[in-house]
């Protein structure tokens, strides 16, 4: 039996331990043979020496992560304590893409989405498939920032298929921005977090930043720019090729979707997967898959994607 006391100073105990030492109750499920005891910014660690070698380990895993990200959720506890580290261990400190408002720091927060990031810098066209929650318009929209702010490129050009989501909203009052603006809210939202709002407004009203339908694309040449389509999986494979080639000189392309999540009427199909397939052994076109591990919402998404996968191999396996 060993004793090892470890000097938790990188960081605030509760941000690792948890508030009222939640985090250190789940930890110590992950460890049932070692004693735990925290005391202040002091953890006593009591075991064989074979067990207390990987737990330590992992604390310092746990512990960077904590540095480099300001935040310890549940699903990161779990993958970095238990079983598949150091293999799934989070990135390595990746640099802060944008200093949003309030003093926000957006970076790539799981391995996938640093591979996302890579691509992007590395790719003029890249395609980001994943489900909801994993981070994919968020890190494209900041990566756009990041391009604006460094004069890569002179605009940012975000689109979306204005189409409605299972439901039938009717007819919507206002101008033509007002009646488009609810399809394209989640990209104001990211927005709102990276660029002040006065020089968004700024950006706006003089073009440097346009958020249009996927319809307004046709016929453009988009030089010079960052240019995100978001929601992907509810455009049609004419619209995609439409899309895809108004791409001019000195652009970027980050295509974004999500192929469980598609909001096509029944008899027409979506154009992504089939895009992504003809498209991803293309010279300087990349796909990076994002999956549930990526997953950075409330841990309840996770489980609720989870769910939703398990119900669907069942029906799978009833139809086959």
Do not use: C
């Not at 930890?27 to 067990?51: M, Q, S, T």
């Not at 994993?134 to 604006?148: C, D």
């Amino acid at each position: 039996m060993s004793e090892h006391s470890i000097q938790i100073n990188a960081v605030d105990p509760v941000e690792v331990l948890g508030a009222n030492d939640q985090n250190l109750r789940i930890i110590r499920n992950h460890f049932p043979k070692l004693n735990l005891i925290a005391r202040g910014d002091v953890l006593k660690v009591i075991g064989a020496d074979e067990d207390i070698a990987p737990f330590l380990e992992r604390w310092d895993q746990l512990v960077q992560h904590v540095v480099h990200y300001n935040e310890l959720p549940r699903k990161v506890l779990d993958d970095i304590m238990g079983v598949g580290l150091p293999n799934e261990a989070a990135p390595e400190e990746a640099d802060v893409l944008v200093h949003g408002n309030a003093g926000l720091r957006v970076k790539a927060r799981t391995r996938n989405q640093q591979r996302l990031v890579e691509a992007v810098n590395t790719n003029d066209m890249v395609f980001a498939i994943g489900p909801a929650g994993t981070g994919k318009t968020y890190t494209a929209v900041a990566l756009a920032v990041k391009a604006l702010r460094d004069r890569q490129v002179r605009r940012i050009i975000l689109t979306r298929p204005a189409v409605e989501a299972g439901e039938n909203l009717g007819f919507l009052p206002g101008d033509l921005r007002e009646k488009l603006d609810p399809y394209l809210q989640p990209l104001y939202d990211a927005l709102k977090d990276m660029v002040p709002l006065q020089r968004l407004a700024e950006h706006l009203e003089n073009g440097v930043i346009q958020i249009a339908p996927l319809a307004f694309m046709r016929g453009r040449t988009l030089d010079h720019a960052f240019v995100i389509l978001d929601e992907a999986q509810n455009a049609t494979l004419p619209q995609l090729k439409m899309f895809l080639t108004r791409m001019g000189r000195n652009a970027k392309f980050v295509i974004t979707g999500d192929v469980t999540q598609v909001d096509l009427p029944e008899r027409q199909p979506s154009g992504l997967m089939p895009t992504v397939t003809m498209l991803k052994d293309v010279e300087g076109i990349n796909v990076i898959e994002l999956d549930e591990k990526d997953v950075i919402r409330h841990e309840l998404v996770i489980r609720v994607l989870g769910a939703f996968k398990e119900m669907e191999k069942r029906e799978k396996e009833k139809r086959s």
